[in-house]
């Protein structure tokens, strides 16, 4: 919800840095560059050939669910959206991997793929016949990528500074220069010929540069620290109204994760790492947190949503519990289905198989390289739980229609009755 220009987690993530300790499998080896960027001309997703095979997709027919159907329906409505069409320049790296022709009736097949197989077996032998699957080279050039969690918080806040509500998020300011495809930040336009680096955390917020773009106020630096990691925020006014907030915009500082800043400083042990940490120790000592917050030198901005569209990625369309996935925009082509082979937090201390269809509608501030992905887990304190947990190394494949059926699956007509979506809605997940 991770630029999400037209919104939210952008997607930095605090929980970049909240690993859990000693779950299996262990976490990453500290030598592993999950920000390894890619060199010059290199495509991030590698075709696998005739005779590699595919990753076993049974866990992830067995796990599909209406949150999958949900996120489908989403990244459909965003490709039927004709500023879509502008996110598949035909330039480097996409082409090679997929037109926007092809990625929009990848959708549409992938649905009805879904719709008529009656088992694990058909519908992999379908997806075989009809797709091709693309594995991510990863930081490694072996399909790593490290898999984080964020969430969509909700906080107690108010339009206007009073006692108890000290600290603002802003507004996007009009300088703030971004590229109008990625969302990547450019810099700070300070004159009609010259765009120059942002200034750093502490310096944007002291110095009033910002002032009179206040657009919420909370309690806490820590809470409003929170909002900005995540990118989205649903919102109870001091008058008892509903607020939804969402991201529009980051400034071109360097990332650096509270959590990984507090846990190196020795404030936190590595055991112990998680959100609950960082809030009791910010109870305990606000003054220090504060100054590690200081160190993220990645500003980010907001704007009002309304609360059908919360919370929107940066695709502008809604996230999906667990289906929606937040890469770097930069690297790997939107809205498409994804496979995602890697372990998932749970509400305990244990890890679990996370072996599941999702769809690619996110990116976020910390989101960086081929390395990094970045998984939804939902709304509200629970969801925070699994996103503070979430810290795995894995795999990441896309997977995109042959140009041979392209053809048989166009989208619908844009005047056409949408058709109904197939599965009755459950309830929540547990939490």
């Not at 001091?238 to 959590?259: K, M, N, P, S, W």
């Not at 999906?320 to 790997?332: G, I, M, P, R």
């Not at 619908?412 to 599965?423: I, N």
Request: glycine residues 10%; charged residues 20%.
């Amino acid at each position: 919800m991770h630029g999400r220009i037209h919104h939210t987690s952008i997607l930095a993530t605090l929980t970049l840095a909240l690993l859990s300790g000693c779950e299996t499998p262990p976490p990453p080896a500290p030598t592993a560059d999950f920000a390894r960027p890619l060199g010059p001309g290199e495509c991030a997703l590698r075709k696998l050939g005739p005779e590699e095979p595919w990753p076993d997709l049974t866990k992830a027919w067995d796990g599909r669910d209406a949150y999958l159907t949900e996120a489908l329906m989403q990244s459909q409505k965003w490709f039927e959206a004709p500023s879509s069409r502008t996110r598949f320049p035909q330039m480097f790296p996409f082409p090679d991997v997929a037109t926007w022709d092809q990625a929009s009736a990848s959708i549409m097949a992938f649905q009805q793929v879904l719709t008529d197989s009656g088992n694990a077996d058909a519908f992999t032998a379908a997806l075989k016949q009809m797709f091709d699957c693309y594995q991510t080279k990863g930081w490694n050039g072996k399909g790593g990528v490290l898999f984080t969690g964020y969430f969509a918080p909700e906080f107690r806040a108010s339009l206007t500074r009073q006692p108890g509500f000290d600290f603002p998020v802003y507004r996007r300011p009009k300088e703030l220069e971004t590229d109008p495809v990625t969302g990547k930040a450019l810099g700070r336009r300070v004159s009609e010929s010259s765009v120059e680096p942002w200034p750093n955390r502490a310096e944007i917020e002291s110095s009033g540069m910002l002032k009179g773009l206040e657009l919420a106020w909370f309690p806490t630096a820590l809470d409003a620290y929170i909002v900005q990691i995540n990118g989205s925020a649903k919102l109870t006014l001091t008058d008892g109204r509903i607020l939804f907030i969402g991201y529009a915009g980051a400034t071109d500082g360097e990332y650096v994760g509270l959590g990984t800043s507090l846990m190196k400083a020795g404030l936190i042990p590595e055991d112990q790492l998680s959100l609950t940490a960082v809030r009791r120790l910010y109870e305990k000592d606000p003054t220090t947190v504060e100054r590690y917050i200081n160190m993220n030198n990645r500003f980010v901005f907001f704007q009002e949503y309304d609360g059908k569209t919360w919370p929107a990625g940066s695709l502008g369309v809604k996230v999906t519990d667990q289906a929606s996935l937040a890469t770097d925009k930069s690297v790997y082509p939107p809205g498409g289905v994804t496979f995602v082979d890697t372990m998932g937090a749970t509400y305990g201390s244990s890890k679990t198989v996370f072996k599941r269809f999702m769809l690619d509608q996110d990116t976020g501030g910390a989101i960086r390289a081929p390395g990094r992905a970045d998984i939804f887990m939902g709304i509200g304190p629970s969801a925070e739980i699994l996103a503070g947990g979430q810290y795995a190394e894995g795999t990441l494949y896309y997977f995109f229609l042959k140009p041979d059926y392209v053809s048989q699956f166009p989208l619908p007509a844009r005047d056409a009755p949408k058709a109904p979506a197939t599965g009755k809605k459950p309830a929540r997940r547990a939490q």
